[in-house]
């Protein structure tokens, strides 16, 4: 069974950067492709970013150029700079099985069979 822990989330002011961390049980990472959601109240849970490897990565369009998405052998890390209002959310991290096969299927949440309990992001507006 896969387990998922997410961390990092909190308060910051607009413009202001947070780091959000997920961790996973063993060799999670390898087999699985990983990927960060967000869901805002009233609001379907949304893609944000993915990663297959350090060169296989795919970042929503509104988030491209601010947040990036890493990995390494015990945690998948999302680096969240100029941050704004829109952005607040409960951040999930996830894992897919082969998601990375087309766009369609990484973007959206029914492709990963994995869920943590999700971290709170607050951007005062």
């Known amino acids: 069974q896969v387990q998922l822990v997410e961390s990092g989330g909190g308060l910051v002011q607009a413009g202001g950067s947070l780091r959000l961390s997920c961790t996973a049980s063993e060799r999670t990472f390898s087999n699985y492709d990983m990927g960060w959601f967000r869901q805002a109240p009233g609001k379907e849970r949304e893609f944000v970013a993915a990663?297959?490897?350090?060169?296989n990565t795919y970042y929503a369009d509104s988030v491209k150029g601010r947040f990036t998405i890493s990995s390494d052998e015990d945690t998948v890390a999302l680096q969240m700079n100029s941050l704004k209002p829109d952005d607040a959310a409960v951040y999930y991290c996830?894992?897919?099985?082969?998601?990375?096969?087309?766009?369609?299927?990484?973007?959206?949440?029914?492709?990963?069979?994995?869920w943590g309990q999700g971290t709170q992001v607050t951007v005062p507006s």
């Open positions: 990663i297959r490897s350090v060169r």
């Open positions: 996830a894992a897919g099985w082969d998601v990375f096969s087309n766009t369609l299927r990484l973007t959206s949440s029914r492709s990963y069979d994995y």
